[in-house]
């Protein structure tokens, strides 16, 4: 499964990638469904009327989701492996049998937390850990302090000094990701498991942006006076990655958050999510700067085309990487790590600011 994040003002472009068959069910919430049956002054329907006739619940549930398109029937193989789908309601009615059938449907959504966590990919756990904080808006950065909402997507200017402050903090950034990941990734005091997951996002792998992203800074900053410093939020990004570095490979006293480990499964988080986000988000960004600011004239595509041949389909790399992290990780540590999720993204999602500028 592939997850693609919707950042704050982005349009919501989520999307699944060889998503299996999976089982649609309803759960059951609200009114809900009355067993009594019909007193003796109810006046029962014709039943040669096939609409007016007393249905059973499954049959009502199947008629609404069959009217909403979203029905598939019940595979019961698939529900014993929690391969379902989770079909919201939008008005149960009165909640009696004979109104059931007109149940209607208001969203349906993937729901695999009935599977073990472990039987699942590191990639595809933590997606689905994403996909639930999106849909909880904790992922918002108009949550953060003194943060004004961004304008929609299509209201950006794409200003050039825009894109390149834009730039300039994304190098800023990964810069400092990777010197992190060279430092823990060569301390004795971080696992073996942890420094071997780290390892997978290593330049070598392919991965690596900052060289890239330096030439395209390199190639607007000549049609400006000068080329813009780093902003406040990519400074602390990125101060907060060389902490993390600094205290992953100190060593000393401190076990589970605090300690050694602790860091090194921020740190990895961090990554996680700067290169999800470069390799999906920002790559929406791209196309649209490099239409409403001639990129390729300019010669500033580096930053989104730009890959070794080792990763030559970088997001395939991206995921196997990832999974081949979770392998080397304990459930602990793989615990350490889905609980940052929700911390790290709206540092990712600040790097947009410099470049999310109304017309």
């Not at 982005?10 to 007193?39: E, I, M, W, Y």
């Not at 996002?201 to 330096?214: C, F, M, Q, S, W």
């Not at 060593?251 to 999800?276: K, M, N, V």
Request: glycine residues 8%.
């Amino acid at each position: 499964m592939l997850y693609v994040p919707a950042i704050s003002c982005l349009p919501d472009f989520a999307s699944h990638l060889n998503r299996p068959a999976r089982t649609c069910v309803v759960a059951f919430a609200g009114q809900g469904f009355s067993s009594k049956k019909p007193g003796p002054k109810t006046q029962k329907k014709s039943s040669k009327d096939p609409e007016s006739t007393p249905i059973s619940d499954v049959e009502a549930i199947d008629k609404a989701l069959k009217a909403a398109g979203v029905y598939k029937a019940i595979n019961q193989e698939q529900a014993k492996k929690g391969k379902v789908d989770f079909v919201k309601v939008k008005d149960w009615g009165s909640g009696t049998r004979e109104n059931l059938g007109d149940l209607q449907i208001d969203e349906t959504a993937p729901a695999d937390s009935i599977a073990s966590v472990e039987a699942l990919t590191l990639h595809d756990r933590l997606a689905r850990e994403l996909q639930a904080l999106q849909r909880a808006g904790r992922l918002n950065i108009t949550g953060v302090p003194g943060m004004k909402p961004l304008p929609p997507f299509e209201e950006w200017a794409f200003k050039l000094e825009h894109y390149l402050q834009y730039l300039v903090d994304l190098h800023t950034v990964h810069k400092a990701l990777e010197a992190a990941l060279e430092a823990v990734t060569a301390a004795s005091c971080i696992s073996p498991g942890l420094r071997a997951a780290l390892a997978r996002y290593a330049p070598e792998v392919g991965l690596a942006r900052a060289g890239a992203i330096a030439r395209d800074v390199a190639a607007l900053s000549s049609e400006l006076p000068a080329a813009p410093s780093p902003s406040t939020s990519a400074r602390a990004f990125a101060s907060y990655l060389a902490s993390l570095a600094s205290r992953a490979t100190a060593g000393g006293p401190g076990a589970g958050a605090s300690g050694p480990a602790g860091h090194a499964a921020r740190l990895f988080c961090c990554a996680y999510l700067l290169h999800l986000t470069g390799l999906t988000s920002h790559v929406r960004i791209g196309a649209a700067a490099m239409e409403k600011l001639d990129l390729v004239q300019r010669g500033a595509m580096a930053t989104f085309t730009e890959f070794p041949p080792e990763a030559k389909n970088p997001l395939g790399v991206f995921v196997d990487a990832t999974n081949e992290a979770g392998r080397s990780l304990g459930p602990e540590e793989a615990d350490a790590v889905a609980s940052e999720l929700a911390r790290t993204m709206p540092k990712t999602s600040l790097l947009l600011q410099p470049l999310a500028r109304a017309a």
